[in-house]
């Protein structure tokens, strides 16, 4: 081989090294994440089939139309528990957003961050996030459900505990959206005269809707799979009734299924299965909205 | 620093052995910058601007003047506060936390920094393009509109959109589809129509922060014709980095720099403010002539 063929081959042999050494390494990480993957889909499935196996011979109408019995477990269901659901985590909705969106407005467009109250209100947002869910139950336990308000265990009282858990969550992921919208936007808007007000409603709002859609939908759905809060706040009892209003008292499909799952007998096991799975088919009905939400929505700019 | 008058600007009734007799030689100077009747005076002015960001002083003791219905260019290198003094002119800067003015900044003689002085108001008479086009993710009828919308300036509001789409010149490009989402037009059509949205709040003065410099040379040259054309309705005030643009365009030039201060902090400074004619062929300072030869920045 002489001095030009050198010259001529070593740039192409750079492009063809040995490439034994990497590709094991590489092999070897892959195997090692699905081996991760596999076990925690391994465990998944299992519980899901466990669930499907022992309930699906109580999927049938009286689920979802019949009132918990303890004397017919056989033929009783969990209408009293869906609707209080959609009760509590609807006032619950109406409790959190406004006021979380709202309060993530402020922060976010008005809040002057280098005012103390305005960086201690920030830091207890991002705490409040992470405080136990029970805690929630007790606070309104104590300030709610007792003296002052004194509302006793009723509905209210549930949707307040839960709109008290998920407002931080809210606040966080609107924020994240308002933040989302480019400078360009907001300066756009205010160049041509428009003020913060009109920015905010005008621009701001629109362009992060999907986001705190996304957001609110996954908090609320987070709601829905609460027991233990509301376990402090009086869902506690063993409802037969539709619960008929904001101070009725109530109990909700994870409180029910607690319950159930206290009962001795053979028959309330299947029910309890059937409830399981009817809470896992709204809560994955939930969070594939907030998907579609977010994969049809989510613009990129 | 040279501080001109109003009288000693540009104009055809300027006599004969002054600069402008001479021009053309080595820049097209003032080309596209039409003939017009003298210059009513000053729309905007600045005196003793001094703006801060936090402590830091970014932009020191600048005195302009810009001339009704004229276009007046700022230059400088990077960092040397052009846009911080533009963005005085309509106090974007409040919208900078921890931004701070001192000094004057007068709007046909009144400060607009003064008490009382509403900075809507003020943004509703001085508008401004953006170095990026920003369109709003609306339709291209609905970004037009918006300004006259928020202002509430609602009346004849379909007649307000053809009028400054036209004063943008892109009426004809986008009159069969202004219910299409802006985002769906090239670069340069969207800084016009960032324009056109600018235009129609019927401002008085029209700020510009490096309008060209994300378009390609065609779509640079229909904006510069433009400013041609809206210079006779508007009072404009450009930031470019491209010193043929400048002297393409403008009537008066301010040559802005960032000086090291005592402690060592680059503050900007406004070097040179004269005709844009007197900057490119005879700058009076050394700084302002390296820069515009290229040797500096
Ligand atoms: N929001 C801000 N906060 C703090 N400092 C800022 C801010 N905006 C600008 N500055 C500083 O002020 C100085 C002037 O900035 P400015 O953006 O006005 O320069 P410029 O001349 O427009 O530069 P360019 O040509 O790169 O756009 C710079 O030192 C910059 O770092
Ligand atoms: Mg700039």
Same mark, same amino acid.
């Not at chain 1, 002489?2 to 070593?10: I, L, P, Q, S």
């Not at chain 1, 009293?80 to 467009?109: C, D, K, W």
């Not at chain 1, 709002?205 to 705190?212: D, E, H, M, N, Y």
């Given at each position: 081989?002489?001095?030009?063929?050198?010259?001529?081959?070593?740039?192409?042999?750079?492009?063809?090294?040995?490439?034994?050494?990497?590709?094991?390494?590489?092999?070897?990480?892959?195997?090692?994440?699905?081996?991760?993957?596999?076990?925690?889909?391994?465990?998944?499935?299992?519980?899901?089939?466990?669930?499907?196996?022992?309930?699906?011979?109580?999927?049938?109408?009286?689920?979802?139309?019949?009132?918990?019995?303890? =004397?017919?477990?056989?033929?009783?269901?969990?209408?009293?528990? =869906?609707?209080?659901?959609?009760?509590?985590?609807?006032?619950?909705?109406?409790?959190?957003?406004?006021?979380?969106?709202?309060?993530?407005?402020?922060?976010?467009?008005?809040?002057?961050?280098?005012?103390?109250?305005?960086?201690?209100?920030?830091?207890?947002?991002?705490?409040?996030?992470?405080?136990?869910?029970?805690?929630?139950?007790?606070?309104?336990?104590?300030?709610?459900?007792?003296?002052?308000?004194?509302?006793?265990?009723?509905?209210?009282?549930?949707?307040?505990?839960?709109?008290?858990?998920?407002?931080?969550? !809210?606040? =966080?992921?609107?924020?994240?959206?308002?933040?989302?919208?480019?400078?360009?936007?907001?300066?756009?808007?205010?160049?041509?005269?428009?003020?913060?007000?009109?920015?905010?409603?005008?621009?701001?709002?629109?362009?992060?809707?999907?986001?705190?859609?996304?957001?609110?939908?996954?908090?609320?759905?987070?709601?829905?799979?609460?027991?233990?809060?509301?376990?402090?706040?009086?869902?506690?009892?063993?409802?037969?009734?539709?619960?008929?209003?904001?101070?009725?008292?109530?109990?909700?499909?994870?409180?029910?299924?607690?319950?159930?799952?206290?009962?001795?007998?053979?028959?309330?096991?299947?029910?309890?299965?059937?409830? =399981?799975?009817?809470?896992?088919?709204?809560?994955?009905?939930?969070?594939?909205?907030?998907? !579609?939400?977010?994969?049809?929505?989510?613009?990129?700019? | 620093?040279? *501080?001109?008058?109003?009288?000693?600007?540009?104009?055809?009734?300027?006599?004969?052995?002054?600069?402008?007799?001479?021009?053309? /030689?080595?820049?097209?100077?003032?080309?596209?910058?039409?003939?017009?009747?003298?210059?009513?005076?000053?729309?905007?002015?600045?005196?003793?601007?001094?703006?801060?960001?936090?402590? @830091? $002083?970014?932009?020191?003791?600048?005195? $302009?003047?810009?001339?009704?219905?004229? /276009?007046?260019?700022?230059?400088?290198?990077?960092?040397?506060?052009?846009?911080?003094?533009?963005?005085?002119?309509?106090?974007?800067?409040? $919208?900078?936390?921890?931004?701070?003015?001192?000094?004057?900044?007068?709007?046909?003689?009144?400060?607009?920094?003064?008490?009382?002085?509403?900075?809507?108001?003020?943004?509703?008479? /001085?508008?401004?393009?953006?170095?990026?086009? *920003?369109?709003?993710?609306?339709?291209?009828?609905?970004?037009?509109?918006?300004?006259?919308?928020?202002?509430?300036?609602?009346?004849?509001?379909?007649?307000?959109?053809?009028?400054?789409?036209?004063?943008?010149?892109?009426?004809?490009?986008?009159?069969?589809?202004?219910?299409?989402?802006?985002?769906?037009?090239?670069?340069?059509?969207?800084?016009?129509?960032?324009?056109?949205?600018?235009?129609?709040?019927?401002?008085?003065?029209?700020?510009?922060?490096?309008?060209?410099?994300?378009?390609?040379?065609?779509?640079?040259?229909?904006?510069?014709?433009?400013?041609?054309?809206?210079? +006779?309705? @508007?009072? /404009?005030?450009?930031?470019?980095? *491209?010193?043929?643009?400048?002297?393409?365009?403008?009537?008066?030039?301010?040559?802005?720099?960032? +000086?090291?201060?005592?402690?060592?902090?680059?503050?900007?400074?406004?070097?040179? @403010?004269?005709?844009?004619?007197?900057?490119?062929?005879?700058?009076?300072?050394?700084?302002?002539?390296?820069?515009?030869?290229?040797?500096?920045?």
């Amino acid at each position: 081989m002489t001095a030009t063929d050198t010259a001529r081959t070593t740039p192409a042999r750079a492009l063809t090294p040995d490439r034994r050494r990497r590709d094991v390494a590489s092999t070897v990480f892959v195997s090692v994440l699905w081996a991760c993957l596999l076990v925690a889909a391994l465990f998944l499935f299992y519980v899901l089939i466990t669930i499907v196996v022992s309930g699906v011979s109580r999927l049938d109408a009286n689920l979802i139309t019949q009132a918990p019995s303890t =004397i017919r477990p056989a033929t009783a269901g969990v209408q009293p528990a =869906i609707v209080g659901t959609l009760l509590v985590v609807g006032v619950t909705a109406l409790i959190a957003l406004p006021l979380g969106i709202a309060a993530a407005i402020y922060l976010e467009e008005y809040a002057d961050p280098r005012r103390w109250f305005n960086r201690a209100i920030e830091l207890n947002v991002q705490n409040l996030a992470a405080v136990p869910s029970i805690i929630f139950g007790i606070l309104v336990l104590a300030f709610v459900v007792r003296a002052p308000l004194n509302f006793g265990a009723v509905a209210l009282s549930g949707s307040i505990a839960l709109a008290l858990l998920i407002l931080p969550v !809210v606040i =966080i992921a609107t924020r994240e959206s308002l933040r989302a919208v480019p400078r360009e936007i907001r300066d756009g808007s205010l160049a041509v005269g428009a003020t913060r007000w009109q920015t905010v409603w005008r621009q701001l709002l629109p362009a992060a809707v999907p986001g705190i859609a996304t957001g609110s939908i996954l908090a609320l759905s987070r709601a829905v799979g609460e027991a233990a809060p509301l376990i402090l706040v009086g869902a506690t009892t063993f409802i037969t009734f539709t619960p008929d209003g904001l101070f009725s008292r109530y109990t909700v499909m994870p409180v029910q299924i607690f319950n159930f799952a206290l009962q001795s007998r053979e028959a309330f096991i299947p029910l309890t299965y059937a409830a =399981i799975l009817l809470l896992i088919v709204i809560l994955l009905a939930l969070n594939g909205t907030a998907i !579609v939400l977010r994969n049809r929505f989510a613009r990129r700019w | 620093m040279v *501080n001109p008058g109003k009288d000693q600007h540009m104009s055809p009734t300027s006599p004969p052995g002054t600069a402008q007799d001479t021009a053309g /030689i080595h820049l097209a100077v003032g080309d596209r910058a039409p003939e017009q009747p003298r210059s009513a005076g000053a729309a905007m002015a600045t005196e003793n601007l001094h703006v801060y960001y936090g402590d @830091f $002083l970014a932009v020191r003791d600048v005195d $302009l003047q810009f001339d009704d219905r004229r /276009i007046t260019a700022l230059i400088g290198p990077s960092g040397c506060g052009k846009s911080t003094v533009l963005r005085c002119l309509n106090r974007m800067n409040d $919208l900078v936390p921890g931004a701070r003015v001192e000094g004057r900044v007068t709007y046909h003689g009144t400060d607009i920094y003064g008490p009382g002085v509403d900075e809507i108001e003020v943004r509703r008479r /001085i508008g401004m393009v953006f170095q990026k086009p *920003n369109p709003f993710p609306k339709s291209i009828y609905d970004n037009v509109a918006y300004g006259p919308r928020v202002t509430g300036a609602k009346d004849h509001l379909d007649d307000t959109v053809e009028q400054a789409l036209r004063g943008a010149a892109l009426w004809d490009e986008v009159k069969d589809k202004l219910k299409q989402n802006a985002y769906g037009l090239s670069g340069g059509q969207q800084q016009r129509l960032c324009i056109a949205r600018a235009i129609a709040t019927r401002p008085d003065v029209l700020l510009m922060d490096e309008p060209c410099s994300a378009l390609d040379p065609i779509a640079t040259s229909k904006i510069e014709d433009l400013m041609g054309e809206l210079v +006779q309705d @508007f009072t /404009i005030v450009i930031v470019t980095h *491209n010193m043929q643009q400048a002297a393409r365009v403008s009537h008066s030039t301010a040559f802005f720099t960032a +000086q090291p201060d005592e402690h060592g902090d680059r503050v900007g400074t406004l070097v040179e @403010f004269d005709r844009t004619l007197k900057i490119f062929e005879d700058p009076a300072d050394k700084r302002t002539e390296d820069y515009i030869s290229g040797k500096f920045g």
